[in-house]
């Protein structure tokens, strides 16, 4: 993607991310009732991670859905096997980025009590998830950058491992709203 592509883009993203209206609230593994995972899929050393994510979250009784992009045409074969994960692949995004296919229209439909967002890097669609997600409770890494996650973690030193980046989302999450039991 060009840098005027991107730059439009991302002025594309901004506009929508505006009228996006959105009903937050603090949510942690025991009044949440849905949970959505947005990952890299060039964080291929992270896939083992995710997928142990996502059963401690179904452990918890959290219905759990996780999705993928990939810069290239095609999701790796291995993501192919996995129950519950949508890849949304280079031919998924409009020409601005923007994710079109079906997965990304029913990600856009859908309002998880969380979403974690396991990205290290900022990629144009990933942001479009992530921004005009209805999630009541976002999380992701720290970033400097213009975001709206609700809760962001910095793992200092092992920035590049989901596993120990999952590990501190337990631990924040489980510190989180004690008050508000299912």
């Known amino acids: 993607m060009n840098k005027l592509t991107q ?10 991310a505006k009228a996006l209206i959105r009903d937050k609230s603090v949510q942690n593994f025991e009044t949440a009732n849905s949970a959505v995972i947005v990952f890299d899929v060039q964080m291929s ?27 290239e045409k095609e999701p790796p074969e291995k993501l192919l096997l996995w129950p519950n994960v949508d890849i ?7 020409w601005h ?7 990304a229209i ?16 900022t990629l144009l669609p990933i942001e479009y998830l992530v921004q005009l997600s209805k999630a009541k409770f976002k999380v992701g890494f720290f970033t400097e950058e213009e975001n709206d996650y609700d ?3 910095n793992p200092v030193d092992n920035k ?4 120990y980046f999952i ?16």
């Open 160 to 163: 590049e491992d989901a596993g």
């Open 97 to 103: 980025g923007k994710p079109k296919n079906d997965a």
């Open 7 to 16: 730059n439009f883009g991302k002025r594309m993203l901004r506009k929508r």
């Open 167 to 182: 590990e501190q989302i337990k631990i924040y999450i489980n510190m989180l709203n004690p008050s508000n039991q299912k």
């Open 151 to 153: 809760l962001m973690i």
């Open 45 to 71: 050393e992270s896939f083992n991670a995710i997928k142990e994510f996502g059963k401690y979250l179904e452990s918890k009784k959290i219905k759990t859905s996780v999705i993928g992009f990939s810069s």
């Open 88 to 94: 949304i692949t280079k031919k998924d995004i409009n």
């Open 106 to 121: 029913e990600f856009f439909n859908k309002v998880p009590d969380i979403l974690f967002v396991l990205c290290t890097e």
